[in-house]
């Protein structure tokens, strides 16, 4: 997996920053990468399965219909006096200048579900054009924040150990 990767921390803040190839290998490696990092913020598992799914679909898209580089931020932000609401945020970005569309579904295609996977799945999406090209996000609401992590059912040590350092 060659991406470039940059995270930071705050108290109320989480961050990490990839650079992933235009390659056929990048959704791959998205998702694992996706994975790994809302692991470490103990995100639910749901939640994880969800955003593995659309970062490899955006990050497809950004792949096949994007020009060159390939962005993907995670960020989640605690609920604050100003934010009354914990948020996850996802974001893919490609230098290409075209706007991102839906594509028409008929019975047999086996493309264009990628954006109605995201308007099903997250809470609220959109695409902000940028100078050198366009980014697609997708936000969820965290029921308590990037807090730490608490033990699974099954006594997860792992899970547990993260708390710990947190």
Same mark, same amino acid.
Do not use: Y
């Given at each position: 997996?060659?991406?470039?990767?940059? +995270?930071?921390?705050?108290?109320? /803040?989480?961050?990490?920053?990839?650079?992933?190839?235009?390659?056929?290998?990048? !959704?791959?490696?998205?998702? $694992?990468?996706?994975?790994?990092?809302?692991?470490?913020? +103990?995100? !639910?598992?749901?939640?994880?399965?969800?955003?593995?799914?659309?970062?490899?679909?955006?990050?497809?898209?950004?792949?096949?219909?994007?020009?060159?580089?390939?962005?993907?931020?995670?960020?989640?932000?605690?609920?604050?006096?100003?934010?009354?609401?914990?948020?996850?945020?996802?974001?893919?970005?490609?230098?290409?200048?075209?706007?991102?569309? /839906?594509?028409?579904?008929?019975?047999?295609?086996?493309?264009?579900? %990628?954006?109605? &996977?995201?308007?099903?799945?997250?809470? /609220?999406?959109?695409?902000? &054009?940028?100078?050198? %090209?366009?980014?697609?996000? +997708?936000?969820?609401?965290?029921? %308590?924040?990037?807090?730490? +992590?608490?033990?699974?059912?099954?006594?997860?040590?792992?899970?547990?150990?993260?708390?710990? $350092?947190?």
């Amino acid at each position: 997996m060659s991406a470039t990767r940059v +995270c930071t921390r705050t108290a109320d /803040q989480r961050k990490a920053l990839f650079r992933l190839p235009p390659a056929p290998t990048a !959704p791959r490696s998205a998702r $694992r990468l996706v994975e790994d990092v809302l692991a470490d913020w +103990c995100i !639910p598992v749901g939640l994880v399965e969800s955003l593995r799914l659309l970062a490899s679909e955006l990050v497809t898209n950004a792949v096949a219909h994007g020009d060159g580089r390939v962005g993907l931020a995670l960020f989640s932000a605690a609920a604050t006096d100003d934010s009354p609401r914990a948020v996850l945020r996802m974001e893919v970005a490609d230098a290409s200048p075209e706007p991102a569309r /839906q594509g028409g579904l008929g019975g047999d295609d086996e493309h264009g579900r %990628g954006l109605l &996977l995201v308007d099903a799945l997250s809470d /609220q999406w959109g695409q902000d &054009l940028l100078a050198e %090209g366009k980014r697609v996000w +997708c936000e969820f609401a965290l029921a %308590g924040g990037p807090e730490g +992590c608490a033990p699974s059912p099954e006594g997860d040590r792992e899970a547990a150990t993260r708390k710990s $350092r947190s």
